[in-house]
Nanobody
Framework: QGQLVESGGGLVQAGGSLRLSCAAS????????MAWFRQAPGKEREFVAA????????YYANSVKGRFTISRDNAKNTVYLQMNSLKPEDTAVYYC?????????????????WGQGTQVTVSS
């Protein structure tokens, strides 16, 4: 069983919203910065958003700033990505990631654990 399990992807029209969830094991959640990445067909995996250990600091890719929100629910060991005003270019497989670096990273190479991914498709 995976230590990071994503859910919440799907098909949505442009301008719509989705919320992704990432359930983590307690050991990982309590000691890690958490992040979301995405990968579209034929493209490299790109950073979307991160929440530093403890949730005190969050940061975003410029492409999603103001539209996406990353948050944590400590009682559920779960990280969320609320995605609003979705655009067709947001279509990708979205991955949850965790790292013991307390501040996280914008580079996918900085992460130790990955979920299996969840597909988000935005139609025009």
């Amino acid at each position: 069983q995976g230590q990071l399990v994503e859910s919440g992807g799907g098909l949505v029209q442009a301008g719509g919203s989705l919320r992704l969830s990432c359930a983590a094991s307690g050991r990982i959640y309590s000691t890690s910065a958490m992040a979301w990445f995405r990968q579209a067909p034929g493209k490299e995996r790109e950073f979307v958003a991160a929440s530093a250990w403890g949730g005190g600091s969050v940061y975003y890719a410029n492409s999603v700033k103001g539209r996406f929100t990353i948050s944590r629910d400590n009682a559920k060991n779960t990280v969320y990505l609320q995605m609003n005003s979705l655009k067709p270019e947001d279509t990708a497989v979205y991955y949850c990631a965790a790292t013991t670096d307390p501040y996280g990273s914008r580079s996918y190479e900085g992460y130790d654990y990955w979920g299996q991914g969840t597909q988000v498709t935005v139609s025009s």
